[in-house]
């Protein structure tokens, strides 16, 4: 099976990840699957945003939590130490905004990472409401990822989303604990996975494995039985015709 390539952050490896621009870029390029993740503004608002501190993406010492979103949207996030003097346009962008082009391209579809640090801030009733007003218009582009089996639980049998389990680490223990959540997509660091392991075909979920930025590694991840491949580099990995040439399907979605 040839993998389908999910954009990591969108295209990171030429943008500033979690920005409009990356994420439009990645689309751009191609991407049947874009991911991104989002944390909880002080008003309880969802951004594009990995860390909760500002340091690393905008080279501000405050943390996520200490802004409103529309303080948050005023803030550039251009991985200055990436990019320096670069992409001074690129703000931290609101989920509904993400909305906006996630409408704008009905053809893909977007893995939305809901990070745990905005879930142990403001607990998962808070987190799930905002994302059921946000998402119903485009659930059925949405795949909502988290770590947090409570609150893809609650997704799962109150709204239309697809979810997916991210493995917290590799054991027996994990894998039941998915078997009980039952979601669409199970993603797992490939550094977790034992080499040998080939038993992807077993499970009724699609696999979602990162990050990989070698063709070869992603066809060997394919022949295994893996669906998705996460890439930071998505334009790169699309040139190879091995995986360029892989249709977006309504299958695969």
């Known amino acids: 099976m040839v993998p389908l390539l999910v954009a990591h952050r969108g295209y990171a490896a030429k943008y500033p990840?979690?920005?409009?621009?990356?994420?439009?870029?990645?689309?751009?390029?191609?991407a049947c699957l874009v991911e991104f993740d989002i944390?909880?503004?002080?008003d309880i608002e969802p951004v594009l945003l990995h860390d909760a501190s500002l340091q690393r993406t905008c080279g501000v010492d405050a943390s996520v939590f200490e802004k409103t979103c529309e303080e948050l949207q005023a803030i550039v996030a251009n991985e200055p130490q990436?990019?320096?003097?670069?992409?001074?346009?690129?703000?931290?962008?609101?989920?509904?905004?993400?909305?906006?082009?996630m409408q704008d391209n009905p053809q893909t579809k977007f893995l939305i990472e809901v990070k745990t640090e905005s879930i142990d801030r403001f607990g998962e009733h808070n987190i799930n409401a905002r994302l059921a007003t946000?998402?119903?218009?485009?659930?059925?582009?949405?795949?909502?990822?988290?770590?947090?089996?409570?609150?893809?639980?609650?997704?799962?049998?109150?709204?239309?989303?697809e979810v997916g389990y991210i493995m917290p680490r590799w054991n027996n223990e994990?894998?039941?604990?998915?078997?009980?959540?039952?979601?669409?997509?199970l993603v797992c660091?490939?550094?977790?996975?034992?080499?040998?392991?080939?038993?992807?075909?077993?499970?009724?979920?699609?696999?979602?494995v990162y990050e990989v930025t070698d063709p070869e590694e992603a066809l060997a991840l394919g022949s295994k039985g893996v669906h998705c491949v996460e890439t930071m580099d998505i334009g790169t990995m699309l040139q190879d015709t091995r995986l360029g040439t892989r249709a977006c399907t309504g299958e695969d979605h």
């Open 17 to 30: 990840e979690n920005t409009l621009q990356a994420v439009q870029a990645a689309v751009d390029a191609g």
């Open 82 to 101: 990436r990019f320096p003097g670069k992409f001074q346009q690129a703000f931290i962008p609101s989920l509904r905004q993400a909305v906006q082009l």
């Open 174 to 185: 994990a894998l039941a604990r998915a078997g009980h959540l039952n979601p669409e997509y």
């Open 134 to 161: 946000l998402l119903k218009d485009v659930c059925s582009q949405v795949v909502v990822i988290s770590y947090d089996e409570d609150l893809l639980g609650y997704l799962k049998h109150q709204s239309r989303c």
């Open 189 to 208: 660091n490939k550094d977790k996975i034992p080499d040998d392991y080939t038993a992807y075909g077993e499970h009724a979920w699609k696999w979602v």
């Open 39 to 42: 944390q909880f503004s002080k």
